[in-house]
C-alpha cells in the first residue's frame, strides 16, 4: 500500500519497508524468518506491479452498502482505474484463491459485493462510485513468499460481471428478508450428535435439549 501510494527507488524503499516492519517484529529471530519472506513476496510483487504503472490506484478503500436497512461494511483492497477508463478490482490473497467456478455461482462473493460496493455503496475518501459499464476485471492477486505473484483474472468481461453484480444484490437481498423475518429461526444445532462432537461446539453456547 506505502509503495503503491508512493512509487519510489526500490533499493530505498525497502530501506524504508523495513523501518515499517520494526515495530511488528517481536523477536529477533521473527526478523530472521520474516524479513526474508517479505523481500520474495515484494520481488513477485514487483513483477505483476509493472502492469498498474500508469493506472490510477485506489488502496484500502472503505466502503458501505445498505440493503433492506441492513448495512454491509468492508474494505476493498485495490482498485485501478486505466487510462482508457476501465476499471480493475482486485483483493489481494496469501492463502488459496476460489476457483472461477465459485466465484461465478455465487459461493464465493467477495469480488462480486466488491464491485457491487463500488457502484452503489458509500465510498470514503477520494475515490468516487463507478458506472457498471466501466469494470473491465476482477481478480484475486496472489502473493507468495516461495513462488512468484500471480494476478488471477475471475471475470473480465463486462457483461458477466453486469449479471454478477445484479445477482449477487438480488440474492443478499433474498437473504437479508428471510433472517428478517421473525418465522424463520436460526437453527445453530441441527444436528446434536454433531453439534457435540465438535471441539468448538461451547462457543455457540446452546443449551442441549435431549
Same mark, same amino acid.
Given at each position: 500500500?506505502?509503495?503503491?501510494?508512493?512509487?519510489?527507488?526500490?533499493?530505498?524503499?525497502?530501506? +524504508?519497508?523495513?523501518?515499517?516492519? *520494526?515495530?511488528?517484529?517481536?523477536?529477533? %529471530?521473527?526478523?530472521?524468518?520474516?524479513?526474508?519472506?517479505?523481500?520474495?513476496?515484494?520481488?513477485?510483487?514487483?513483477?505483476?506491479?509493472?502492469?498498474?504503472?500508469?493506472?490510477?490506484? +485506489?488502496? &484500502?478503500?472503505?466502503?458501505?452498502? !445498505?440493503?433492506?436497512? !441492513?448495512?454491509?461494511?468492508?474494505?476493498?483492497?485495490?482498485? *485501478?482505474?486505466?487510462?482508457?477508463?476501465?476499471?480493475?478490482?482486485?483483493?489481494?490473497?496469501?492463502? %488459496?484463491?476460489?476457483?472461477?467456478?465459485?466465484?461465478?455461482?455465487?459461493? &464465493?462473493? %467477495?469480488?462480486? !459485493?466488491?464491485?457491487?460496493?463500488?457502484?452503489?455503496?458509500?465510498?470514503?475518501?477520494?475515490?468516487?462510485?463507478?458506472?457498471?459499464?466501466?469494470?473491465? $476485471?476482477?481478480?484475486?492477486?496472489?502473493?507468495?513468499?516461495? =513462488?512468484? $505473484?500471480?494476478?488471477?483474472?475471475?471475470?473480465?468481461?463486462?457483461?458477466?460481471?453486469?449479471?454478477?453484480?445484479?445477482?449477487?444484490?438480488?440474492?443478499?437481498?433474498?437473504?437479508?428478508?428471510?433472517?428478517? #423475518?421473525? #418465522? =424463520?429461526?436460526?437453527?445453530?444445532?441441527?444436528?446434536?450428535?454433531?453439534?457435540? &462432537?465438535?471441539? +468448538?461446539?461451547?462457543? *455457540?453456547?446452546?443449551?442441549?435439549?435431549?
Amino acid at each position: 500500500e506505502e509503495f503503491i501510494k508512493n512509487p519510489q527507488d526500490i533499493g530505498e524503499f525497502v530501506k +524504508y519497508s523495513r523501518k515499517i516492519f *520494526a515495530e511488528y517484529f517481536t523477536s529477533s %529471530q521473527a526478523e530472521l524468518i520474516w524479513w526474508p519472506k517479505f523481500k520474495n513476496i515484494f520481488e513477485g510483487f514487483l513483477d505483476c506491479e509493472s502492469g498498474f504503472k500508469n493506472a490510477q490506484n +485506489y488502496t &484500502e478503500i472503505p466502503a458501505e452498502l !445498505i440493503i433492506n436497512e !441492513i448495512s454491509i461494511k468492508g474494505k476493498i483492497d485495490r482498485v *485501478a482505474h486505466s487510462e482508457n477508463g476501465d476499471i480493475s478490482i482486485i483483493d489481494y490473497k496469501t492463502g %488459496q484463491t476460489a476457483s472461477n467456478k465459485d466465484v461465478l455461482s455465487g459461493a &464465493e462473493p %467477495q469480488l462480486t !459485493i466488491a464491485a457491487l460496493m463500488l457502484i452503489e455503496g458509500a465510498i470514503e475518501g477520494k475515490m468516487r462510485n463507478a458506472d457498471i459499464s466501466e469494470i473491465s $476485471s476482477m481478480a484475486y492477486w496472489k502473493i507468495s513468499s516461495s =513462488n512468484k $505473484s500471480e494476478i488471477k483474472e475471475v471475470c473480465k468481461k463486462n457483461d458477466e460481471i453486469q449479471l454478477l453484480i445484479s445477482a449477487a444484490k438480488s440474492g443478499l437481498a433474498e437473504l437479508f428478508d428471510h433472517f428478517s #423475518d421473525d #418465522d =424463520n429461526g436460526y437453527i445453530c444445532a441441527p444436528d446434536l450428535k454433531k453439534y457435540r &462432537e465438535n471441539e +468448538y461446539s461451547h462457543l *455457540a453456547r446452546v443449551k442441549e435439549w435431549e
